[in-house]
């Protein structure tokens, strides 16, 4: 199994097939996973570095134990500690990166973009770990595998984005990743959250939940950052939440087996009420950040092994 | 007079209902507070009381889209009752009630108090309008939604228009997720701020601040635009100017959803009015020329606007030169002159005052059909009389008209089926 790409910038650029491969490679790393001896050796000798711009724990740390797991060595650069607080440009950084002879460099940066001009500057392969309001694509394609995991298939699905679509990166891979799967995308938020012509993106658009959460076979929450519940978005973290926050009430618009995700991390009584998000019945929540870990194994590993040739061919020269 | 069944027949009545193009002699039954019945061959049942309105045009109650109220915070000047007995005495039966009180109506317990106080005002019906932003100011968004769940039928920030873009488009933007309506005044707050007076010739001949021309078109492209883009259902008025009308004429062709209203001054007077600094004559928008005056009596005609009403900023008396004037009163025959002068026929005016206004706030109001709420309006089109500050109900006096001869008058007001107003004249002679 190989994929056709140097990089992993976003969903938009893979299609059914790779996006396929990356999911069954992933299932093996799940039950490795959860083997009391978890450590493989794929990746031995290599070196993948985790760069963020942007604060994050759960991303971080998922990569992290994916490329450990799988025998790499990983350092961590955050932006509070590294040089680019003291005003050295993306570019410069990632030319001091590459001139150390890593192998992947998984990056989280704030603004849309940066990712893809960073992985033009570097000889190693780049993941995007989430850039401004563009990509996500592990997040998607975790979510895929819990889909698919649970309703066997994506293809037909009723899925449902709830939330702050206009500044999700998380939204629009998903929106792209289950269009090339074949299910069936709507959003639901009010006209403030919603990016212009987000139809055009694949997804029926709709602001109240009754309709929008109609015969839904998966309810994706997304989270609602803080600063936007203050006036200028929205009024009022509690109007929100009683128009669309997912309790019990509007739960029960969707499908009875319907299942819950949430990208993490959540507003317990904003965007989700606790007993829901709790329910283990219908959460997937816990189980998203599980394979979270095998999604970006599968990554770090495919993406290492055209690496690995072409490292080889350039030796014999 | 039989007493007590609860029925009442209102015989020998033209009866009109613009809303299904009804205009035909007849009798309308009223029971338990709704119409039950109407119609050329209808028979008053046994025991009804009977009401002959001899001729008299029975309409649905006028719907007003937009009163002041005084209360909560001035109820010396305007308060529920006096609002409610000057309705009575126009024949309006319902009133959509802007925020702009003290305290305003930006939240969920305020709109609930109106709602109670309006609840216990029997003469009219009154619809509170809640704020688009917190207090007011261009910062935070009110908790629309809600409000609406509340009893909030639109939203405005009264006399000042939302200016900020950014923040208006937002505000449509939320608006049109719930198919709220928005209001908005057709006036730029900054171009207009320190006018007294229609700009031009006079204004300056006079010595007054002159308002820029260009505050109210400017103010009507923008928020027409701010609609299109938005989605937004937009009301937008009063409005006073050609310029105006003729922008919302074509907005609406293009198939934007967005209606307009004026008030009857801005179609029966003119900036000549004014005179001798009549401080009753000012208002905002300022009376204009009679090349306006003319514009603003075609746009009601030919239906651009859909709404003439009362409005004017401000009921309340301020000292001296406040803007405003009062209206509730003088509404049906002040824009009855539009019938009278061979512009339009009476029931199509009728629709502007009636259903109209209340198919823009989706109120069960201004139609007279089986089962709907018996809120009528019985009046003679010809009476003349001349309009008297002094014998007007409401607590506010401010009126240009103090004088002022027209035709047309109302007999009876009936608000779900109790008469809250009979004309004393009338009354004397029966």
């Known amino acids: 199994m190989l994929l056709e790409h140097r990089h992993l910038l976003g969903i938009a650029e893979l299609n059914a097939g790779e996006i396929n491969t990356i999911l069954d490679l992933a299932e093996n790393y799940i039950e490795m996973n959860r083997e009391p001896q978890r450590k493989g050796n794929r990746l031995k000798g290599r070196t993948v570095v985790n760069l963020f711009f942007e604060v994050s724990t759960r991303t971080r740390a998922s990569f992290e134990l994916a490329a450990m797991r799988l025998g790499a060595d990983v350092i961590n650069m955050d932006a509070e500690a590294s040089s680019f607080r003291k005003g050295e440009t993306l570019i410069d950084t990632a030319m001091t990166l590459n001139a150390m002879h890593i192998d992947v460099l998984v990056v989280r940066h704030p603004a849309s973009g940066a990712v893809k001009l960073l992985s033009d500057k570097v000889n190693c392969s780049v993941i995007n770990a989430g850039d401004g309001q563009h990509e996500h694509p592990t997040q998607a394609l975790l979510d895929a595998l819990a889909m698919r995991r649970r309703k066997k298939k994506l293809e037909g699905l009723n899925v449902v984005i709830c939330g702050d679509v206009l500044h999700s990166r998380v939204a629009r891979s998903n929106i792209f990743l289950l269009n090339k799967l074949g299910a069936q995308v709507r959003v639901v938020a009010p006209y403030t959250l919603l990016p212009r012509d987000v139809a055009q993106l694949g997804c029926e658009v709709h602001t109240r939940m009754e309709t929008g959460l109609k015969n839904a076979d998966i309810i994706m929450m997304l989270r609602l950052q803080k600063e936007r519940m203050e006036g200028a978005f929205i009024p009022s973290a509690r109007e929100y939440f009683h128009f669309f926050g997912l309790d019990r009430k509007k739960l029960a618009y969707a499908k009875p087996d319907a299942l819950i995700m949430h990208p993490g991390p959540m507003n317990r009584g904003v965007e989700i009420d606790s007993e829901v998000a709790d329910d283990i019945q219908r959460s997937m929540i816990l189980e998203q950040v599980e394979l979270g870990v095998a999604v970006r194994m599968a990554c770090l590993d495919l993406l290492s092994r055209p690496l690995q040739r072409a490292g080889l061919a350039e030796a014999a020269q | ?430």
Request: aromatic letters at 4%.
């Open chain 2, 1 to 430: 007079m039989s007493k007590n069944t609860g029925r009442t027949a209102y015989i020998n009545a033209r009866l009109i209902d613009p809303a299904s193009k009804l205009d035909v002699k007849g009798t309308l039954l009223v029971e338990d507070g709704l119409i039950t019945d109407l119609g050329p061959n209808v028979k008053p049942p046994e025991g009804a009381q009977v009401v002959d309105v001899r001729g008299a045009c029975l309409a649905p109650g006028l719907v007003d889209m937009q009163v002041n109220t005084g209360e909560p915070g001035n109820e010396h000047k305007e308060n529920f009752i006096s609002l409610g007995e000057a309705a009575a005495a126009g024949g309006v039966t319902s009133v959509g009630c802007l925020p702009n009180t003290d305290p305003l109506i930006d939240n969920v317990a305020s709109v609930s108090y109106i709602e109670r106080r309006a609840r216990q005002t029997k003469s009219v019906k009154c619809f509170p309008y809640a704020a688009l932003t917190v207090g007011g100011e261009c910062k935070e968004m009110t908790e629309m939604g809600l409000l609406a769940e509340a009893g909030a039928i639109g939203f405005t920030n009264g006399t000042r228009a939302v200016s900020n873009l950014k923040l208006l488009r937002r505000l449509l933007s939320y608006a049109r997720s719930f198919d709220l309506l928005v209001l908005q005044p057709a006036m730029h707050p900054d171009l207009s701020e320190g006018a007294q007076m229609n700009g031009g010739a006079l204004a300056t001949h006079l010595g007054l601040a002159g308002l820029a021309p260009e505050a109210e078109p400017v103010q009507v492209m923008t928020d027409l635009r701010m609609a299109e883009a938005s989605g937004a259902r937009l009301h937008i008025g009063p409005i006073s100017m050609a310029e105006s009308a003729d922008l919302i004429r074509k907005a609406k062709a293009r198939g934007l959803k967005v209606t307009c209203s004026t008030c009857p001054q801005y179609f029966t007077l003119t900036e000549n009015d004014v005179g001798d600094y009549r401080t009753f004559t000012k208002m905002m928008p300022p009376l204009r020329d009679d090349a306006n005056r003319r514009a603003i009596a075609e746009a009601v005609a030919d239906g651009t606007i859909h709404a003439p009403e009362d409005v004017d900023g401000k009921r309340l008396p301020f000292p001296q030169a406040a803007f405003g004037i009062v209206g509730l009163e003088t509404l049906l025959p002040l824009s009855l002159t539009l019938v009278h002068e061979g512009k339009m026929k009476l029931p199509d005016l009728l629709a502007r005052l009636t259903s109209g206004p209340a198919d823009i706030l989706r109120l069960k109001a201004g139609r007279l059909a089986k089962g709907a709420a018996a809120d009528l309006v019985i009046f003679d089109t010809d009476a003349p009389w001349k309009i008297l500050a002094d014998k007007l109900r409401s607590k506010s006096k401010n009126t240009p008209y103090d004088g002022f001869p027209v035709m047309g008058r109302v007999k009876q007001t009936v608000v779900d089926g109790r008469s809250v107003f009979t004309d004393q004249a009338k009354a004397q002679a029966a």
